[in-house]
C-alpha cells in the first residue's frame, strides 16, 4: 500500500481535478473503484471487441506493404522470390494495433503523405530516446542531424513521431500559417475516457473549450500572484 499511493502535489490536484483521476490520486477506495471501472469499461472483452475493425485495419495494411514490397523487388532469375525480413513488419503490426487502440495515433511513419527522411538507428519500442542519451545537450544532437539529413527530419520518441526543423522559415510556416494543426491533438478511447470527455484540455481538441480552460489555467494556476 505504501508503494501504490502516490505523492501529493499542486499539479495534480489542480489539473487533475483535486485528484480525480485515479492514476495520479491516492490510494484508497476511490482509487481502487475507479480503477475497477477502468478495467470493466476499457479493458473489458466487449470493448476490446470494439476495437476488432483497427485489427483487420493493420493486417490488411501489413499484407499490402509485404506484396509491394515483393513487386518492387521480385527477380525474374529466382522465379519471383523474394528475400525479406519479416521480424520488423509483425512487429509493427503488433505495437500499431496496441497504440492506435490505446491512443488513436500510428506508430510507424509507413502512412507519410510526404517524403520527410527519418534518422536511422531506431530501436523497437523506444525508437530514437538512445540517440540522446549522450554526454551532449538535445539541441546539438539536432544540429548534427540536420547537417546530415536536412532542415526537417523526424524522429520517433517512444510511440510518438517527431518531426524536428531546422529551418527558419520552415518553423514560420508551422507556427503561423500552419499553427492551428499543431495545436490540435489526436482523439482517442483513452484520452476521452481518462479525460472525462476531453475535459482536461491538455489531452483535448483544439478549439473554444481548450482556449477558455488554457485562459483560466495560465490567470489562477500560471499568475504571479
Not at 509491394?68 to 522465379?79: A, E, H, I
Not at 522470390?81 to 500510428?106: C, R
Amino acid at each position: 500500500m505504501a508503494f501504490a499511493n502516490g505523492p501529493t502535489n499542486i499539479a495534480s490536484e489542480m489539473l487533475c481535478y483535486n485528484n480525480a483521476m485515479f492514476a495520479f490520486g491516492h490510494y484508497g477506495p476511490y482509487w481502487r473503484e475507479m480503477r475497477k471501472i477502468v478495467t470493466i469499461e476499457f479493458l473489458s472483452a466487449q470493448r476490446i471487441e470494439m476495437f476488432g475493425h483497427i485489427r483487420v485495419l493493420e493486417v490488411k495494411s501489413v499484407v499490402k506493404e509485404i506484396y509491394d514490397y515483393w513487386l518492387k523487388n521480385k527477380s525474374s532469375n529466382l522465379n519471383g522470390a523474394v528475400k525479406m525480413e519479416l521480424k520488423e513488419w509483425f512487429g509493427n503490426l503488433i505495437i500499431n494495433t496496441m497504440v492506435k487502440m490505446l491512443f488513436g495515433v500510428q506508430y510507424t511513419a509507413k502512412r507519410w503523405s510526404r517524403k520527410v527522411p527519418e534518422v536511422g538507428g531506431a530501436w523497437l519500442i523506444i525508437g530514437h530516446l538512445h540517440l540522446l542519451n549522450g554526454s551532449q545537450m538535445p539541441h546539438k544532437i539536432f544540429g548534427h542531424m540536420a547537417d546530415k539529413y536536412g532542415p526537417i527530419f523526424r524522429l520517433k520518441l517512444g510511440v510518438n513521431q517527431v518531426v524536428i526543423v531546422s529551418d527558419h522559415i520552415i518553423a514560420r510556416e508551422c507556427f503561423t500559417t500552419n499553427d492551428m494543426a499543431f495545436a490540435n491533438r489526436p482523439k482517442s478511447i483513452a484520452s476521452e475516457i481518462l479525460g472525462y470527455n476531453y475535459a482536461m484540455f491538455g489531452l483535448g481538441p483544439y478549439g473554444p473549450y481548450r482556449r477558455e480552460i488554457r485562459k483560466i489555467v495560465t490567470i489562477e494556476f500560471l499568475s504571479a500572484r
